[in-house]
């Protein structure tokens, strides 16, 4: 069974990989501002999930995608109410880490799988979300937030933050699955490729995973 990345994030795939599974990598041209625009007022919830459908099926619907499983997925920080994608400037992730530093905010990771294993025949897919909570230390200091913001890393990334590489060590705890925090929940697809009648272990296919 081949599961299709419908992403560029360097996360997601490694979280993927490290669970046995090298998907096909085919990242969407979906133009978010617009499909927002057109989606009404949304919780965050509604929004993660809106995007990570909405990029599912951009890529299921091309003629170059293989059949199998598309995945579709979207991530964004919410903080006060307000949710936050990626910085893209370092002037705007100081902002951000000036901002949250001590402070407790929401990852909310959307997920979409669509089934192309006979071609897309225009199904919709199944979708769910997942949050947690994240902590950030208390005592970060300005030139620590100055030295990972020229690192580039926190610059692509929603909330400007990552767990799984230099980021990490400001992260205080974490409430919840920790890859949702990373962009993609292992439990939540599992589930999700069961709705659609696909097992796990069918995605397994890197060296080393059980077959």
């Not at 936050?84 to 979409?112: D, I, N």
């Not at 979300?129 to 926190?154: M, N």
Request: hydrophobic share 40%.
């Amino acid at each position: 069974m081949q599961l299709i990345l419908a992403s560029t994030s360097p996360a997601r795939l490694a979280v993927l990989r490290a669970a046995g599974i090298e998907p096909i990598v085919r990242p969407s041209s979906v133009d978010e501002d617009a499909v927002l625009a057109g989606s009404g007022e949304l919780s965050p919830a509604e929004t993660v999930l809106t995007l990570a459908r909405a990029k599912a099926l951009a890529v299921a619907d091309g003629d170059d995608c293989p059949d199998g499983i598309v995945l579709g997925g979207d991530s964004m920080f919410e903080l006060d109410g307000k949710i936050y994608g990626k910085p893209h400037t370092p002037e705007v992730a100081r902002q951000r880490w000036q901002m949250q530093r001590g402070r407790t905010g929401t990852l909310w990771s959307g997920h979409w799988l669509v089934d192309r294993r006979a071609g897309h025949d225009g199904g919709a897919g199944v979708g769910a979300v997942k949050s947690a909570e994240v902590t950030f230390v208390d005592d970060l200091r300005d030139d620590e937030i100055d030295a990972y913001i020229a690192s580039g890393e926190p610059l692509q990334v929603a909330g400007a933050f990552t767990i799984d590489s230099l980021g990490g060590a400001f992260i205080e705890r974490i409430a919840g699955d920790p890859s949702t925090v990373i962009g993609i929940s292992l439990p939540t697809l599992r589930q999700l490729a069961g709705e659609l009648g696909v097992r796990w272990h069918e995605f397994w296919n890197r060296a080393g995973a059980a077959s």
